[in-house]
């Protein structure tokens, strides 16, 4: 099964120069590779290649668009958005998500608008935003992306009336309004309308509206204080517009607010907001939003109002239940409730002034919800609690007038109502509240988020002569940042003074301070330890890498697992047949009153038999809840990815998730996942009369043309044994980015040969570097001698680079890749927990089989080609056995997309946008056992969660129909059925937050872990 191929978080164009056929790392000596492989190792993979060029044939027909969904309570919201978003002609798929209030939909946009598709999901009565997505690779004449924020929503209905007029409006292709984060994203054609056309058509809505973010790299929009009348406008203007590279300036006084059109190659952020601050000696201060805003929905206003209503209806709720129940055993105040006051007595009359503003007020929300629903062929909890709450409401006021006219005092029900109203809206606030909690891993990981740094200027001579602290939004690409100890490194970037240690746990989860030295790659948003550091930014803003995993994280959230396909089918049936239901309950209960099944003993004082049969029948109303189906998957899938990602593992998605508990088979490569990645030659074995330094000069010079691992490890051992006259020893300092190649000497005729190695000419010199097989197709022959010398390095685990010069064998270098120290443990670990392990790599049978012996591994599969791994792990698939494939990401994408769940090792900076199902960040095959641990952990809850869910409702329905009565003369007033089924909900997901007290599995414990 491939891995998820959604993602796609930067607009980088990389050339597909790796084959699917290219060669394995360790069956190729001397690779080229025209991508860097320290810095960026994953972005330059061939796996991320492979992705690419699979997308390319798609572009111009696909796109995605990511839209906020409000007013969604339940499964079956989600199974109508779904089917309404599918019903929609251009649309090629729709996943829904409940938790994040998301939809995800991938549509054709020569037949289908964005704005079609957000009028599909409001036509199906719920809210609809679209959310901004990174447009920086749009050409000129692209459609432009604004985020807006949209305020006085209240429900679903609210956004799908938002979206709607958007959608209507000319020019606009697609809107999305999300109703948690308050938040819309509208695709336009800026010639056919601005965003301020789009403002004013949400405000001739009813809503608030402001411009958030313009989604595109070139547009900004700032927050300029001190702007007080016309005359200050238009002089920030003027200083703006007078830039060379501003293309367009609008500014707004009212909202101290203006927005920028710019060329980011001619003018940056900081120059703008340096003019604006100097020129206007500073009457005025500029300061951008945050742009990770959009990741952390802000729940705070959605628990304020779920709030201020609970409050409201408890106003209501308690002097109600005070006159109902504690009144009548207060003899004075109950004698003042029997005055007769009109038609009615003034205990009735207090009663139904306190509960009509709790009914058709605070519980509009329900009504809009319900009628939202309905009006679209949909049901929803919204319609449980209305017909149930209305039911007692016009119930009681009938039974007033009825008792007004013929003098008879019926009992009414306005408690009830009330009562299920507040408890209702006690649950879906503390929902609100749980749900929060669910997402505190990204919180936790905007934390990280540097606020400022400290900024370096330097005269000619490379001296510094200025130091100033900028706010972090304003770091360019290539600007010099000054880190002190103990504080956050304020962007990505590579080390150009300084030597220091880094804290990267919160990003990769490696615990141990990483040095950090000369030419050395920091990740933003890590603190800086013990040294004080000059820094060169390469990635800044939502090209950074934390940036880059929070958007991962988020996105994995978005993808539903398979089982909760069958939570979102019951939902989806379950609000009619729960309605069904409650009518036939009253009309059993009815009918056998009528029939005489039951005496009349049974009635309360003062009821008949259709009120004694209708509150059974309202209690099934308002006890069934759907909410809690829905909510059983994808809770625990957020507070998973968040907990995989807080330990240093992304995962990207509940089907992955789903997919990864049922691992019975991991698939190793060797090189840079069973083995450090980190070769080094050995040993050196010359053939004939060439001198040692004359062989590595040759060898160095054809090398250095490749980025392979290997070919890096023989120039380094050149190079030291050249200029520092020996080899390195596991002492000396290297750099990670810098190496002084002015020793090396000419190349000509330098070629690639996938699989087997290089081929070039050195001063003359025909010069072949490579494994057997390049060797062999040269037709230069392999004295016996260096064939055994061959196989005795392959014997030890090492991989023999044969070298041919001028048509004659001349030298063989033994290169070791040392195992990773856990790896014989995690292997021990898998097999107690009843996963195999196989090892298919590309490199010889005889060093294939000294891995195997060294960590533990009994099968492996040696001499393999990447597209080969792949049909490996296929002829694994073949039993049905669930299969992992567990790669560094460098050749391994045709492995990795073949297994049911891919899994890629790599350094923290490139793994947000990997082809994998799982991304391990530390690098450490201890995050294997820890992956599918947590997966069976995250998945083992949500079937806790659906018997929860299912459990309740097959319980609770019958009792609320009144099945124990006869019997036990057990009955569930309606306000306590409604206080049940508001708390179903919090129950399933506070299980789900029992997940975050999770502990991944010790190194040491390890090979005790038992088989779940």
């Not at 909890?381 to 039911?391: F, H, I, K, N, P």
């Not at 030419?519 to 934390?546: F, K």
């Not at 390095?793 to 041919?804: K, M, N, S, W």
Request: with cysteine; glycine share 8%.
């Amino acid at each position: 099964m491939a891995p998820p191929k959604g993602v796609q978080l930067s607009s980088l164009r990389i050339p597909s120069t790796v084959a699917e056929d290219s060669p394995d790392l360790e069956s190729q000596a001397l690779l080229s590779d025209e991508n860097t492989s320290e810095i960026d190792p994953l972005l330059k993979s061939s796996s991320f290649q492979a992705t690419q060029s699979r997308r390319e044939g798609e572009l111009d027909t696909k796109r995605k668009v990511v839209i906020k969904v409000t007013g969604m309570t339940c499964a079956a919201c989600t199974s109508s958005v779904e089917k309404a978003l599918q019903r929609t002609n251009g649309v090629l798929s729709a996943s829904v998500a409940l938790l994040q209030n998301k939809a995800e939909v991938t549509y054709d946009p020569t037949l289908v608008k964005e704005e079609s598709i957000k009028e599909a999901i409001e036509d199906a009565g719920f809210d609809a935003e679209i959310l901004p997505i990174d447009s920086s690779s749009d050409g000129q004449n692209a459609p432009m992306i604004g985020k807006f924020r949209v305020g006085g929503m209240t429900c679903a209905a609210c956004v799908h009336s938002v979206e709607g007029i958007l959608r209507k409006l000319k020019g606009v292709s697609r809107a999305v309004v999300a109703l948690a984060t308050e938040l819309g994203e509208v695709e336009f054609d800026p010639k056919q309308i601005n965003q301020k056309n789009i403002i004013e058509a949400i405000e001739d809505a009813g809503f608030d509206a402001e411009l958030v973010e313009s989604g595109q790299r070139d547009r900004v929009m700032m927050v300029i204080t001190g702007m007080f009348t016309d005359e200050d406008g238009k002089f920030v203007k003027g200083l703006v517009s007078s830039l060379k590279g501003v293309r367009e300036c609008f500014v707004d006084i009212m909202l101290e607010k203006m927005e920028v059109q710019f060329d980011p190659e001619i003018v940056g952020l900081r120059a703008i907001v340096n003019t604006i601050e100097d020129k206007g000696e500073g009457r005025y201060k500029a300061s951008l939003s945050n742009p990770y805003s959009s990741y952390s929905p802000d729940r705070s206003k959605e628990t304020a109002a779920m709030l201020r209503l609970f409050m409201s209806s408890l106003a209501f709720s308690v002097p109600l239940f005070f006159i109902s129940f504690v009144c009548p055993h207060i003899p004075a105040i109950h004698d003042f409730l029997l005055v007769r006051c009109g038609p009615f007595l003034m205990g009735d009359w207090m009663k139904w002034a306190l509960v009509t503003p709790v009914q058709f007020v605070i519980g509009s929300r329900f009504y809009v919800g319900a009628y939202r629903s309905l009006q679209h062929g949909s049901a929803n909890m919204d319609v449980l609690v209305v017909l149930g709450t209305t039911s007692a409401y016009l119930y009681s006021v009938g039974a007033l007038f009825y008792g007004a006219v013929v003098g008879y005092r019926a009992t009414t029900y306005f408690e009830t109502t009330s009562m299920l109203i507040t408890f209702v809206l006690l649950g879906k606030y503390l929902e609100v509240i749980a749900k929060g909690k669910t997402s505190e891993a990204i919180g936790k990981l905007l934390e990280l988020v540097p606020t400022t740094a400290i900024l370096m200027a330097f005269d000619s001579a490379g001296k510094p002569i200025i130091e100033r602290e900028i706010d972090a939004q304003l770091i360019q690409r290539g600007d010099t940042l000054k880190v002190y100890p103990g504080s956050k490194v304020p962007a990505d970037g590579l080390v150009v003074w300084g030597l220091s240690h880094a804290n990267e746990s919160m990003i990769t989860g490696e615990a141990s301070p990483v040095a950090k030295g000369l030419g050395d790659a920091v990740i933003g948003g890590t603190i800086n330890l013990n040294g004080v550091m000059h820094i060169q930014a390469t990635r800044v803003g939502r090209d950074a890498a934390l940036a880059q995993i929070v958007q991962l994280v988020e996105n994995a959230q978005m993808k539903k697992a398979p089982i909760q396909k069958f939570a979102d089918y019951v939902s989806s049936i379950f609000v009619p047949f729960v309605v069904g239901l409650a009518f036939i309950t009253w009309l059993g209960w009815y009918v056998a009153g009528k029939l005489g099944a039951y005496p009349e003993t049974w009635l309360p004082p003062g009821t008949n038999y259709f009120v004694f049969a209708l509150t059974f029948a309202i209690s099934v109303l308002v006890i069934a809840c759907p909410c809690a189906l829905g909510l059983a998957t994808p809770t625990a899938v957020m507070v998973a990815t968040g907990i995989g990602a807080v330990n240093g593992i992304l995962i990207k998605g509940g089907d992955a998730l789903e997919r990864a508990h049922k691992v019975q088979c991991v698939v190793f490569d060797k090189t840079g996942t069973l083995t450090k990645g980190k070769p080094s030659v050995t040993s050196v074995k010359v053939l004939g009369d060439r001198h040692l330094e004359e062989f590595l000069s040759l060898v160095a010079a054809a090398e250095a043309g490749s980025e392979h691992p290997l070919a890096r490890a023989v120039v380094e051992y050149a190079h030291h044994f050249l200029v520092f006259g020996g080899p390195p020893t596991p002492k000396t300092p290297t750099s990670k980015a810098i190496l002084d190649t002015s020793w090396l000497q000419k190349v000509s005729n330098f070629e690639a040969i996938p699989g087997k190695g290089i081929k070039c000419q050195v001063n003359g010199h025909d010069i072949l570097v490579g494994n057997r097989k390049l060797i062999h197709e040269a037709v230069v022959e392999i004295p016996l001698s260096a064939e055994g010398h061959l196989q005795h390095v392959e014997q030890q685990a090492r991989t023999g680079i044969l070298v041919a010069i001028d048509g004659a064998l001349a030298g063989i270098l033994a290169i070791a890749d040392p195992l990773k120290r856990e790896a014989a443990l995690v292997v021990a670990g898998l097999k107690k927990m009843g996963v195999r392990s196989i090892m298919v790599t590309g490199d010889n049978w005889n060093t294939a089989q000294a891995v195997g012996k060294e960590s533990g591994i009994e099968e492996f599969k040696a001499e393999v080609s990447p597209g080969g791994k792949a049909e490996v792990i296929r002829s694994i698939q073949a039993n049905g056995t669930v299969v992992a494939m567990v790669g560094d990401g460098i050749n391994d994408s045709p492995a990795l997309a073949a297994a049911d769940v891919g899994m890629a090792i790599g350094a923290g900076t490139d793994i947000a946008i990997e082809a994998a199902d799982y991304v391990l960040m530390r690098s450490s095959l201890e995050d294997v056992i820890t992956a599918i641990d947590l997966s069976r952990k995250a998945f083992a809850r949500i079937r806790l969660n659906y018997v929860f869910a299912m459990g309740y409702n097959i319980l609770a329905i019958p009792v609320a129909a009144g099945i124990l009565y006869p019997t036990l003369a057990l009955k569930l007033p309606p306000w306590v059925a409604g206080a049940a089924m508001a708390f179903s909900s919090v129950s399933v997901v506070c299980s789900s937050l029992m997940l975050r007290m999770y502990q991944k599995p010790r190194l040491t414990d390890l090979i005790n872990i038992e088989c779940l």
